[in-house]
């Protein structure tokens, strides 16, 4: 199973204007470099947590069709999927109608669960494109991420050579830790 990101979020949830203010800085000359910043902010937030924060597609590739035709999809939460496609040994790709695949919102991992299909076992691969992310801006992201994010920011900005003044590496904040625990995907 694996799974790539086809388009990013449009956006960042935590917008520069609102960096500068976290990090009380007055000029816009270091836009650039808070720009690049908070995306590997939101990144690492979206890594530790398996969060999409920002609506974003995704592709889910299996090498074979699952036994119990139902797929975990690990990026939460999931919008909406937009495809569903099957290759046969030859390469030739079958497209599943939408009314031949459901997505379960309850839980998390949520899941696709597609219809039976006669000679589903043929199958080589699956891929499925979903849309997921809290919407379309920032104002839908809970607070606790976007505070993760700031917080990572601001740590990433003023350790950007990686080591405090005395020469010692420097680590994340717990803060940061502590922000998105209640985010984190824990299997039992």
Same mark, same amino acid.
């Given at each position: 199973?694996?799974?790539?990101?086809?388009?990013?979020?449009?956006?960042?949830?935590?917008?520069?204007?609102?960096?500068?203010?976290?990090?009380?800085?007055?000029?816009?000359?270091?836009?650039?470099?808070?720009?690049?910043?908070?995306?590997?902010?939101r990144e690492l937030v979206?890594?530790?947590?398996?969060?999409?924060?920002?609506?974003?597609?995704?592709?889910?590739?299996?090498?074979?069709?699952?036994?119990?035709?139902?797929?975990?999809?690990?990026?939460?939460?999931?919008?909406?999927?937009?495809?569903?496609?099957?290759?046969?040994?030859?390469?030739?790709?079958?497209?599943?109608a939408p009314e031949e695949?459901?997505?379960?919102?309850?839980?998390?991992?949520?899941?696709?669960?597609?219809?039976?299909? +006669? =000679? *589903?076992?043929?199958?080589?691969? $699956?891929?499925?494109?979903?849309?997921?992310?809290?919407?379309?801006? !920032?104002? /839908?992201? +809970? =607070? *606790?991420?976007?505070?993760?994010? $700031?917080?990572?920011?601001?740590?990433?900005?003023?350790?950007?050579? !990686?080591? /405090?003044?005395?020469?010692?590496?420097r680590t994340i904040p717990?803060?940061?830790?502590?922000?998105?625990?209640?985010?984190?995907?824990?299997?039992?």
């Open positions: 199973m694996t799974m790539f990101l086809v388009t990013p979020p449009a956006l960042e949830p935590v917008t520069i204007a609102e960096a500068r203010a976290f990090l009380r800085l007055s000029t816009d000359s270091e836009d650039e470099i808070l720009g690049r910043l908070i995306a590997t902010a979206e890594a530790e947590t398996g969060l999409a924060l920002i609506n974003q597609t995704w592709r889910l590739r299996v090498d074979r069709w699952p036994r119990s035709a139902r797929l975990a999809i690990y990026k939460y939460p999931v919008k909406s999927v937009v495809s569903v496609v099957a290759y046969r040994p030859d390469g030739t790709a079958i497209s599943f695949f459901v997505l379960h919102h309850e839980r998390r991992p949520q899941r696709v669960y597609m219809t039976q299909y +006669p =000679d *589903a076992a043929s199958f080589t691969g $699956l891929e499925v494109d979903f849309v997921a992310g809290f919407g379309d801006t !920032g104002v /839908d992201v +809970p =607070d *606790a991420m976007k505070q993760a994010i $700031l917080a990572l920011t601001a740590h990433l900005y003023e350790s950007r050579a !990686g080591i /405090d003044g005395q020469g010692f590496s717990p803060i940061v830790g502590q922000l998105v625990d209640s985010w984190r995907r824990i299997s039992l």
